[in-house]
């Protein structure tokens, strides 16, 4: 009588959670539940529009973040380590392989003198389309040299120690997961390189594998069926849809649903820091509304954030608000706005 076999299949999410789970204790399962979205996503990359940076970091040295970065490693496609690489360096790696990026202490890659030319890969690599563009080649005999793009689009997770030092405009492009050093009580396996990273390169296979076999199903999924997330900013839940999408094919309803409390839970909330402008219009509208007033002098409105009349000045008039005379019910002439002058600005930006 023949035998039958039974394939079993191979399920990616819960693999890569089990075998993160080995070397890292974390203090919160959203951690693992995003991790090992992202690594499914280094394999998908192709098949996304936008892309999360994973911002590991902790208050303190010795909270498993290094580990975590190494483990994580093990299995993302192509990964590279660029925490002592130039930003030339790291666009044209990017744009010819376009791997997953893990770059360690970033909290002293931002400390002291900004190194803006790597904040501007940064900035730009999280949606497809991002580049850079550089001067190349030598000086022709007018003058000029020849501009060439670099892309700087792929997937990132950025390491450290949270310094304060991580410039708004990177972190509101990260889903943060703040690790905590383990319980003396805790205890995980050892992490021996040579036993790790055979056991790490047969579960990249059928990783890749998974990955190679479901793009189609990836790229079917109309992402207007992925529903907003709660108290997350669009520019959060832009980075969020892809992670959801996989969790959708990967594990169906169920697996998309942890997906959603998950990411909820660690991007709810995190709303980019508000611009001076945008603080001035703020602060505009409070003061006229409080007060019940169509019309609030400059000096006031200096006065309650903290600048100087002609500070002010500069911070509106971006936003085509210019300060004129206005008279008060007692007859009293100071420099000032209006209540209409905010109207579209509001509208647009509060």
Same mark, same amino acid.
């Given at each position: 009588?023949?035998?039958?076999?039974?394939?079993?299949?191979?399920?990616?999410?819960?693999?890569?959670?089990?075998?993160?789970?080995?070397?890292?204790?974390?203090?919160?399962?959203?951690?693992?539940?995003?991790?090992?979205?992202?690594?499914?996503?280094?394999?998908?990359?192709?098949?996304?529009?936008?892309?999360?940076?994973?911002?590991?970091?902790?208050?303190?040295?010795?909270?498993?973040?290094?580990?975590?970065?190494?483990?994580?490693?093990?299995?993302?496609?192509?990964?590279?380590?660029?925490?002592?690489?130039?930003?030339?360096?790291?666009?044209?790696?990017?744009?010819?392989?376009?791997?997953?990026?893990?770059?360690?202490?970033?909290?002293?890659?931002?400390?002291?003198? #900004?190194?803006?030319? *790597?904040?501007?890969?940064?900035?730009? %690599?999280? !949606? $497809?389309?991002? @580049?850079?563009? +550089?001067?190349?080649?030598?000086?022709?005999?007018?003058?000029?040299?020849?501009?060439?793009?670099?892309?700087?689009?792929?997937?990132?997770?950025?390491?450290?120690?949270?310094?304060?030092?991580?410039?708004?405009?990177?972190?509101?492009?990260?889903?943060?997961?703040?690790?905590?050093?383990?319980?003396?009580?805790?205890?995980?396996?050892?992490?021996?390189?040579?036993?790790?990273?055979?056991?790490?390169?047969?579960?990249?296979?059928?990783?890749?594998?998974?990955?190679?076999?479901?793009?189609?199903?990836?790229?079917?999924?109309?992402?207007?069926?992925?529903?907003?997330?709660?108290?997350?900013?669009?520019?959060?839940?832009?980075? #969020?849809?892809?992670? *959801?999408?996989?969790?959708?094919?990967? %594990?169906? !309803? $169920?697996?998309? @649903?942890?997906? +959603?409390?998950?990411?909820?839970?660690?991007?709810?909330?995190?709303?980019?820091?508000?611009?001076?402008?945008?603080?001035?219009?703020?602060?505009?509208?409070?003061?006229?509304?409080?007060?019940?007033?169509?019309?609030?002098?400059?000096?006031?409105?200096?006065?309650?954030?903290?600048?100087?009349?002609?500070?002010?000045?500069?911070?509106?008039?971006?936003?085509?608000?210019?300060?004129?005379?206005?008279?008060?019910?007692?007859?009293?002439?100071?420099?000032?706005?209006?209540?209409?002058?905010?109207?579209?600005?509001?509208?647009?930006?509060?």
């Amino acid at each position: 009588m023949a035998q039958t076999t039974t394939t079993i299949e191979f399920k990616p999410l819960e693999e890569i959670d089990k075998f993160l789970r080995r070397f890292v204790i974390f203090s919160d399962d959203a951690h693992a539940e995003v991790i090992a979205l992202w690594v499914l996503h280094t394999w998908a990359f192709d098949a996304a529009y936008a892309t999360p940076y994973i911002y590991v970091h902790s208050a303190e040295p010795q909270s498993g973040k290094t580990r975590t970065m190494e483990v994580t490693q093990l299995l993302a496609r192509e990964s590279i380590s660029a925490g002592n690489i130039s930003a030339a360096g790291l666009f044209s790696v990017i744009g010819s392989s376009a791997p997953a990026v893990f770059i360690d202490e970033v909290d002293a890659v931002f400390t002291g003198a #900004a190194n803006e030319e *790597l904040r501007g890969v940064l900035n730009s %690599g999280y !949606k $497809q389309g991002g @580049n850079v563009m +550089r001067f190349v080649g030598k000086l022709s005999e007018d003058g000029t040299r020849e501009v060439a793009s670099f892309s700087t689009f792929c997937p990132k997770m950025l390491v450290g120690i949270d310094n304060g030092a991580m410039p708004d405009t990177i972190r509101d492009r990260c889903i943060p997961l703040q690790l905590k050093r383990k319980k003396t009580s805790q205890e995980v396996e050892r992490y021996l390189p040579r036993i790790v990273e055979p056991q790490a390169e047969e579960l990249r296979r059928k990783i890749e594998a998974w990955a190679t076999k479901n793009i189609e199903r990836i790229l079917s999924v109309d992402p207007n069926t992925i529903k907003a997330l709660e108290g997350v900013s669009d520019r959060a839940f832009e980075i #969020a849809e892809p992670l *959801l999408i996989l969790a959708r094919v990967a %594990g169906g !309803k $169920q697996a998309e @649903n942890r997906a +959603r409390k998950a990411l909820t839970s660690l991007l709810a909330g995190q709303a980019p820091k508000l611009s001076p402008g945008i603080q001035a219009l703020q602060a505009a509208k409070e003061l006229l509304d409080e007060a019940k007033m169509d019309r609030l002098s400059s000096a006031i409105l200096a006065a309650h954030l903290g600048v100087s009349p002609k500070k002010l000045g500069v911070l509106l008039q971006p936003y085509g608000i210019t300060p004129s005379t206005i008279r008060f019910p007692s007859g009293e002439k100071v420099k000032g706005y209006y209540r209409r002058d905010f109207q579209d600005a509001w509208e647009r930006y509060l």
